[in-house]
């Protein structure tokens, strides 16, 4: 299990519950309680929509981490699709589609406790971890 | 999947459905009920509720204690979404708020800007992003008979909305100039008597004016307390800071400026930037200015634009996306 990395495609509305379900398992065996195996769950189906509404495809990958002291766990939801223009507006609340009702980006972000993402013409790298308190 | 779906409805047949199976599929459509319910404004006490009911008619024999747990909870809930709600309110005010803001610096977006000259042997990029709504710093090109193109970058002291009603003005007196050949001194010149003459706005701008001459590329520059720039010298592969000296706009009447000249060789680059660009914060840590130096050096070979976009990108993400103040940076490259 450890340092190992599970890959889970996008690709129909289906394949978020499988990422969910993945990214619980992994939560799961590192001994996140079940009310963060929830939080992690929840910022998995985000990442997942997203990529499924606005890439149409990519993948999200599981990865157990070591910080200092704590293990975390990663995760890295990752498509070709057109990319975010202006991060820094995406990220404010308020600004989803939804009219920032879902949890959206920024949500993710409050749900997680490391986040980062690349984003160009080329595609969009959301990478964020949490850690085990 | 859109049988279940229309299960999203009905949270005791979606309840039942996990306590039967345990699923994923199951947690995934209680996130789609739990968002098609703030949809439609139901409040958190509600849907304990919906549970509770659920639960009683699945579980007729239920503990009574557990039934007391939940008109416990139900209680802590309902005053919860009463402050909840109160919150929500003054959010769609501040929202309201800023949709009226959002016009305004639209609006200011429009009156302030600006085309970038289309020059042969001149590549420019540019990028002017705001911290907050309204954007306190401003550049400007101008192209005069010649083809000889001039460029004004500036930074008003004191941020928000009235800065950037100041910056329109500055730039309505600059557009009343006449079109030849303006030296970059008298330019500031004219300026500081406007600024000055509106003293009592308690504004003050600082503003670096460039004149580059296409035909002989000599680039004439004078600065009012500007964040100085950097000229990146292709023969000995390393930026060079410009160096000049002058009074912030509006601090003193008939302030005179200096002017500079320099000879901007094949493969150079001239940078100019805003305090925003080097004074930016990655949590306790202030980038200093040769990282940003670093980033400019490490695209050198794209375009100007690309330079620029990929400058900010990379300042964006080390302040966490969140830009602490308005980021302007200019590139003048000279291609042949
Ligand atoms: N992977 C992605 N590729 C391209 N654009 C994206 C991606 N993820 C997000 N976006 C853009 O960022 C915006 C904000 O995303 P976010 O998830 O915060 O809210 P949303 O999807 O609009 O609404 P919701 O609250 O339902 O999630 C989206 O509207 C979309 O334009
Ligand atoms: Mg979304």
New interface residues.
Partial sequence: MKGALTTVPIYKEWDIVGARQSGRNMAKDLGFSTVDQARIATAISELARNIYLYAGQGEVSFEEVQGDTPVGLKIIAKDNGPGIDQISKVLEDGYSTSGGLGAGLPGVKRLMDDFDIVSNENGTTVTVVMWLR | ?SSTRQNINNYKELLEQYINTMD??S??QA?QYS?AS??HNVSPDKIIEEHYKALVELFPNLDERVKASFQFLIQTMISYSVNYQQTEEL?EKQ?EL?TEIDVAANMQNTLLSTDVPKVENIDIGAKSVPAKLMNGDYYHFVQDDEGNIGTAIADVIGKGIPAAFFMSMIKYAMESFPEDRMYPKIILELLNRVVERNVESGMFVTMFYGLYDINKHEFYYATAGHEPGFIYRSQIQAFEEIDAKGLLLGVKKDTKYNQYVTHIQQGDMIVLLTDGVTECRSGDRFIEREEVLEVIDQYKEQSAQNIVDNVY?YL??LQD???RDDFTLLILKRNS
């Fill in positions: 999947m994923e599929a947690l995934y996130e968002k703030i949809q959010r929202l800023k990108k964006e993400r996306f969140k830009l």
